[in-house]
């Protein structure tokens, strides 16, 4: 009897194994997900300030703008970019 006790703990213990390891999972799918989801924003929102510094630089150069004109300029680009980020994350 010992042993037919010991060979149902051991198909309840896998079975609780194989149950418990299938919900983890679609859990651990989800977080690679999010986190591919929040590194693209965080890329896109990276470009997008290396981006305005640029335009900036060049707004002040080549136009006729004034430097708050520039500056303006820059704070719109960055709003864009920070509102891309946004769609990508969700």
Do not use: H, W
């Not at 006790?5 to 896998?14: D, G, M, P, V």
């Not at 609780?16 to 977080?31: D, V, Y």
């Not at 990276?46 to 150069?61: A, G, I, L, M």
């Amino acid at each position: 009897m010992g042993s037919t006790n010991t060979s149902l703990y051991r198909k309840t213990a896998s079975i609780l194994l194989l149950a418990a390891g299938s919900l983890l999972l679609p859990t651990a799918a989800f977080a690679t997900d999010n986190a591919d989801q929040r590194k693209d924003a965080r890329d896109t929102r990276q470009d997008t300030r290396q981006e305005s510094r640029q335009d900036k630089v060049d707004c002040k150069k080549e136009s006729n703008k004034s430097n708050a004109a520039c500056r303006q300029d820059k704070r719109d680009n960055k709003q864009e970019g920070r509102k891309e980020a946004r769609d990508i994350k969700n």
